[in-house]
């Protein structure tokens, strides 16, 4: 993890080691993770021999939001628990649910039995909700800061003032990030600066995501449809005030040596508004970074908007990181520079499947197109094994910059976005099963 070269090894020189490891990752936990161990009997596997041994006991993505939603509306907290129970290698720790509020304290009391919970956002449905454990942890805040200084060429010397410019889910693993990279980056005598808003917490997310369906299909009342017109209109206007105070720190600590991240959509809109004060690159420090966190989440911003943000806060080539992850992975992706890919480290078993997500396509040198799985190795708190919604070109010949390993090519795409639904063949069968368990 700590090796300079780590991202040299070839397919090759890595495909017998990794089989073997996932074979071990397998024997070890097929008995303890039930919805593996149904995965392994329905397809009749016993021992992992090669990598498409291993397909049929992939998770969707989907299978971490395959609980029932009336657990969440119902707040059914202790049949949640339950289901948390199909997914997990460790048994969840009984606590106390009978007066627990809302899904962040039970979050919260999760936490204190040792199972860290991170969620995603559910912008667009439900949450997946991804166990994780304390090598877990301590597992992310190496990778961040490894994997930044890899992709950036930022060494880690505490010598930038760090300003943040996105709203931050507030969930163990985002929070473990966002410190380690502070310990990492930041200039302990330089306060770090976040938008002057609430952070997001799971309970508020779902809160609105509930909402959000009830209106579509026609079953929310009047006063939840003003009360969700009053909190979306607060929510906005406390952004906008906090984008233009975020402006301000940039432009006062615009000599500073940098550490800007954020999301795209926001990073934009603050650029924005630094250029009509009649700031741009010529104003800032010639050694900034920027990290970058997700993809658009579906907002529309022009064509040019990487350029205009690195133009504006003087980001130069070779300070641009950009990393390819997903909540399901406990690690990163770094892009370098002179191959513009993705480089998947030794521990990360990358796999192409076709669109179903059913069959491995044969692949052992080249470039190739289908869509994405992965096995994270160094994953402890739940099985590393992922069927993504992505659309990827996974290349096993050495990369332009000189590394060996596999690549993924800068051309990503969710299924989602070019198809009208996307469906993963498994997900129906682990559908079925975890809600007959929970």
Request: aromatic share 8%.
């Amino acid at each position: 993890m700590d090796a300079e070269d780590r991202f040299r090894y070839s397919h090759s020189e890595l495909r017998e080691a990794q089989v073997e490891a996932l074979n071990e990752k397998f024997q070890e936990r097929r008995d303890r993770i039930k919805l593996l161990g149904h995965r392994a009997r329905e397809a009749g596997i016993t021992e992992i021999r090669d990598r498409a041994d291993m397909v049929p006991l992939l998770f969707p993505h989907t299978a971490y939001k395959s609980y029932p939603e009336s657990f969440l509306t119902e707040q059914r907290w202790d049949r949640l628990g339950m289901w948390l129970g199909t997914v997990s290698p460790y048994p969840i720790s009984p606590i106390e649910t009978s007066d627990i509020a809302d899904i962040d304290e039970w979050i919260a009391r999760l936490q204190a039995k040792g199972h860290f919970l991170s969620c995603s956002s559910g912008t667009t449905g439900k949450s997946a909700m991804l166990l994780a454990s304390d090598k877990d942890m301590d597992w992310s805040r190496k990778d961040t800061v490894n994997v930044f200084a890899w992709g950036s060429g930022v060494a880690p010397g505490q010598d930038r003032r760090r300003i943040g410019v996105a709203p931050i889910a507030a969930v163990p693993k985002n929070i473990i990030i966002g410190d380690a990279q502070a310990a990492a980056f930041g200039d302990p005598d330089k306060p770090a600066f976040r938008l002057p808003i609430p952070p997001i917490t799971v309970g508020s997310l779902t809160t609105m995501v509930v909402l959000r369906r009830r209106i579509a299909d026609g079953t929310a009342r009047p006063e939840e449809l003003a009360e969700f017109e009053r909190t979306s209109a607060e929510r906005q206007e406390a952004l906008d005030k906090a984008m233009i105070v975020a402006a301000e720190q940039l432009i006062e600590y615009r000599t500073d040596k940098l550490f800007v991240s954020g999301m795209w959509n926001a990073l934009y809109q603050v650029a924005k508004i630094v250029r009509e004060r009649g700031f741009s690159a010529k104003d800032f420090h010639p050694d900034n970074c920027i990290y970058v966190g997700g993809g658009l989440k579906r907002a529309q911003l022009p064509p040019d908007y990487r350029e205009f943000v690195h133009e504006t806060f003087n980001i130069p080539d070779n300070r641009n990181f950009q990393n390819y992850s997903m909540q399901e992975l406990n690690s990163g992706m770094p892009k370098c520079r002179a191959g513009d890919r993705y480089h998947v480290p030794p521990w990360i078993v990358p796999f192409i499947l076709d669109e179903k997500g059913e069959t491995l396509l044969p692949h052992e040198a080249g470039e190739i197109e289908g869509r994405a799985a992965f096995f994270d190795l160094s994953l402890d708190g739940r099985w590393g094994g992922v069927i993504t919604g992505d659309k990827i070109s996974l290349d096993f010949d050495p990369c332009a910059c000189g590394c060996a390993g596999p690549s993924i090519r800068n051309n990503i795409v969710r299924y989602s976005d070019v198809k009208d639904d996307d469906k993963i063949g498994c997900a129906g069968t682990v559908d079925a099963y975890v809600r007959g368990l929970s």
